[in-house]
């Protein structure tokens, strides 16, 4: 079931081009896919769509990831409180960001 594994594992459809259909297209990075979503969320903050509405559909978005537990818990910490706006993706985004530096410059190997 796609869509089910696509809402707990997000990055999954970032390689659906690919893989269903052979398509000769790079796979779409979770950061790409969440540069992508910002005038989205933009637009329906604009409207008065609450952040946690549509930060919810992300959280799988960094399975597996270092720093994935911090992203979710910003996204559902930070989202809910009143007047949160996109600085609440920026910041779950640049604790990503933080995790993978942090992995990509420590001594040992991280892939064992």
Do not use: C, N, S
Not at 13 to 41: H, K, S
Not at 42 to 53: F, M
Not at 90 to 108: C, L, S, V
């Amino acid at each position: 079931m796609l869509g089910r594994a696509a809402y707990h594992e997000p990055a999954i459809l970032g390689q659906a081009d690919r893989r269903l259909y052979g398509a000769p297209v790079e796979d779409i990075d979770a950061f790409a896919a969440l540069e992508r979503y910002r005038p989205y969320m933009a637009a329906r903050l604009d409207e008065g769509v609450a952040l946690p509405a549509m930060a919810r559909h992300m959280l799988g978005l960094m399975h597996g990831r270092p720093g994935a537990r911090a992203f979710r818990r910003i996204l559902t910490v930070e989202a809910i409180k009143p007047g949160a706006g996109l600085e609440v993706l920026d910041r779950a985004a640049e604790a990503m960001r933080d995790a993978e530096a942090r992995r990509d410059t420590a001594p040992g190997d991280w892939a064992a």
